[in-house]
């Protein structure tokens, strides 16, 4: 791949690379196609009158969860990980990962909230760091139990 500004965001693996590729040509594709429906509609059929900064934030997000959805689930982000050593090894990586994200988010979000006064603006602090700590270690380890299984099944054969 000729090297442009994006190489520098993509993985370093040939296979891997190509897939994300994928993800992201198929993302903006259906991103497409569903603001091309929506503009049809709009035009032609109903005013939507939807402002434009919702749709912008519906198109990043639509981008990235896509993007980051279909990496997770076809097992491309461990390739390494093939022995059930490594996956354990692997696994107890990304607890601890979990838990630095949780603790680094509630500091984070500690310091915009400020220090909480009663239990209800502890639990402001403590209930989104928790749960976005909870999904991210989910997504995590979806991910890595996926690349396992892929793996061991490729040195079976």
């Known amino acids: 791949m000729e090297k442009t500004w994006i190489a520098n965001l993509l993985p370093t693996d040939e296979y891997r690379e190509k897939r994300f590729l994928y993800f992201v040509a198929e993302s903006v594709f259906i991103l497409g196609i569903m603001l091309s429906l929506y503009l049809s509609v709009d035009l032609f059929f109903v005013a939507l009158d939807v402002p434009g900064n919702l749709l912008a934030l519906f198109s990043l997000g639509f981008l990235s969860i896509y993007i980051v959805l279909r990496s997770t689930l076809t097992g491309i982000e461990f390739p390494q990980v093939a022995t059930s ?17 949780w603790i680094i988010s509630i500091i984070v979000y500690g310091l915009f909230k400020g220090i909480p006064s009663n239990l209800e603006e502890a639990l402001d602090i403590l209930g989104p760091s928790t749960l976005a700590a909870i999904f991210l270690f989910i997504l995590s380890y979806l991910s890595l139990r996926k690349s396992y299984n892929k793996n061991k099944e490729l040195l079976d054969d």
Do not use: C, I
Request: glycine fraction near 6%.
């Open 85 to 101: 050593k490594n996956f354990k090894a692997e696994k107890r990586s990304k607890v601890y990962g979990a838990l630095r994200f």
